[in-house]
């Protein structure tokens, strides 16, 4: 029996039968889902203008050392060159991820490719998208006034599922007990995740930047007393080629597990806010005019120039919306090194 961290990380890293690193699961249009990183180019060209303002910000550093972490097939770095910002002739792009097939599919023309965070000696910028919530996290339910944790048993589906008196139960956690026990629903206990791989994952991404560097995530998620007011099938979910999947103990690598991240049990970020309001704060309402612009003005001509101006336009509309990608966070932290 292996506790659901476990058996999670086996799920989706096994080297032999797991999700990613057996290459059944990838980012794209054609994978198991769509990335604002694998929407279109817009979105990373709004991360260069970040990255621009950085650079200059540290002063223009050569090399800049950016990395992102939990790269899939490198669709980052190809939007990041396609962008062309001001750092370009700096950058030292380092892609890192922990799959193998993730890792064939890296253009090393474009940057290092690098199997975990431990091998970078250190970065002034690193970004993440979608990595947090792929991370193990431990599952704990409030029955009977007490906190038991799930664990995975041998069997197949549902039934795999043991509940054991959970022995550590963090602060965050135990300090929902007392509102959630007076209103807790007997055929609905309250569960959480908790998601210790992310906050230390945080924090070792933070000690690899240099002074005054930053750490960029983006992904889905809430506080974790929201979290428990939802069912456990609202926050820790299953996909499959662009559709939900089924239980999380069914057809074991086969299928993404992802969790809503509980963000208040990450190290306190410099800024939190949905991702609309954080691409607009970069100018993607700018770009998107500019698109506007060349569209009307080029439309008849039907070049390609047109085609990825009348794009930008649907692009921001999905980084946008305010009931998807928009509704995101950005959450952004310095390094562990700040005076
Ligand atoms: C949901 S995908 C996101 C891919 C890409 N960032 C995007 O936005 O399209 C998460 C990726 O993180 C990788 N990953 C998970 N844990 C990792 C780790 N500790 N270090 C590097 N990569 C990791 C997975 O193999 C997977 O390719």
Same mark, same amino acid.
């Given at each position: 029996?292996?506790?659901?961290?476990?058996?999670?990380?086996?799920?989706?890293?096994d080297?032999e039968?797991?999700?990613?690193?057996?290459g059944?699961?990838?980012?794209?249009?054609?994978?198991?889902?769509?990335?604002?990183v694998?929407?279109?180019?817009?979105?990373?060209?709004?991360?260069a203008?970040?990255?621009?303002?950085?650079?200059?910000?540290?002063?223009?550093?050569?090399?800049?050392?950016?990395?992102?972490?939990?790269?899939?097939?490198?669709?980052?770095a190809?939007?990041?060159?396609?962008?062309?910002?001001?750092?370009?002739?700096?950058?030292?792009?380092?892609?890192?991820?922990?799959?193998?097939?993730?890792?064939?599919?890296?253009?090393?023309?474009?940057?290092r490719? $690098?199997?975990?965070?431990?091998?970078?000696?250190?970065?002034?910028?690193?970004?993440?998208?979608?990595?947090?919530?792929?991370?193990?996290?431990?599952?704990?339910?409030?029955?009977?006034?007490?906190?038991?944790?799930?664990?995975?048993?041998?069997g197949?589906?549902?039934?795999?599922?043991?509940?054991?008196?959970?022995?550590?139960?963090?602060?965050?956690?135990?300090?929902?007990?007392?509102?959630?026990?007076g209103?807790?629903?007997?055929?609905?206990p309250?569960?959480?995740?908790?998601?210790?791989?992310a906050?230390?994952?945080?924090?070792?991404?933070?000690?690899?930047?240099v002074?005054?560097?930053?750490?960029?995530?983006?992904d889905?998620?809430?506080?974790?007393?929201?979290?428990?007011?939802?069912?456990?099938?609202?926050? *820790?979910?299953?996909?499959?080629?662009?559709?939900?999947?089924?239980s999380p103990?069914?057809?074991?690598?086969?299928?993404?597990?992802?969790?809503?991240?509980?963000?208040?049990?990450?190290?306190?970020? $410099?800024?939190?806010?949905?991702q609309?309001?954080?691409?607009?704060?970069?100018?993607?309402?700018?770009?998107?005019?500019?698109?506007?612009?060349?569209?009307?003005?080029?439309?008849?001509?039907?070049?390609?120039?047109?085609i990825?101006?009348?794009?930008?336009?649907?692009?921001?509309?999905? $980084?946008l919306?305010?009931n998807?990608?928009?509704?995101?966070?950005? *959450?952004?932290?310095d390094?562990?090194?700040?005076?």
């Open positions: 029996m292996v506790s659901f961290e476990a058996y999670m990380d086996a799920c989706l890293y080297p039968h797991g999700f990613y690193a057996s059944v699961g990838m980012a794209g249009r054609r994978g198991d889902f769509l990335t604002s694998e929407v279109g180019p817009l979105f990373g060209a709004v991360v203008r970040w990255l621009d303002f950085h650079w200059d910000r540290l002063g223009q550093p050569d090399p800049f050392v950016v990395a992102d972490v939990g790269a899939g097939p490198g669709t980052f190809r939007e990041l060159h396609a962008a062309r910002p001001r750092c370009i002739e700096a950058l030292d792009l380092v892609l890192i991820e922990r799959s193998p097939s993730g890792r064939s599919l890296h253009d090393r023309t474009l940057g490719s $690098l199997v975990d965070l431990d091998a970078l000696e250190c970065a002034h910028v690193i970004f993440a998208n979608e990595l947090l919530d792929n991370l193990a996290v431990r599952v704990l339910q409030r029955h009977r006034g007490q906190w038991l944790e799930v664990f995975v048993g041998p197949e589906g549902p039934s795999r599922q043991r509940l054991l008196p959970a022995s550590d139960v963090p602060a965050v956690v135990t300090a929902l007990t007392a509102p959630l026990v209103n807790a629903q007997e055929d609905h309250p569960s959480v995740p908790v998601a210790r791989c906050a230390e994952w945080v924090d070792a991404a933070r000690a690899k930047l002074e005054g560097g930053r750490l960029l995530a983006f889905y998620g809430a506080d974790t007393a929201e979290l428990a007011w939802r069912a456990p099938t609202a926050w *820790l979910r299953t996909f499959r080629q662009h559709q939900p999947g089924t103990f069914e057809s074991p690598g086969q299928q993404d597990i992802t969790c809503d991240v509980p963000l208040d049990q990450l190290p306190p970020p $410099l800024s939190r806010m949905r609309a309001d954080w691409l607009r704060h970069w100018g993607i309402e700018a770009m998107v005019e500019e698109g506007r612009k060349i569209w009307s003005e080029r439309a008849a001509l039907g070049d390609l120039a047109s990825r101006a009348r794009s930008r336009v649907r692009e921001a509309d999905a $980084l919306d305010p998807g990608l928009g509704w995101f966070w950005a *959450l952004e932290w390094g562990l090194a700040e005076p």
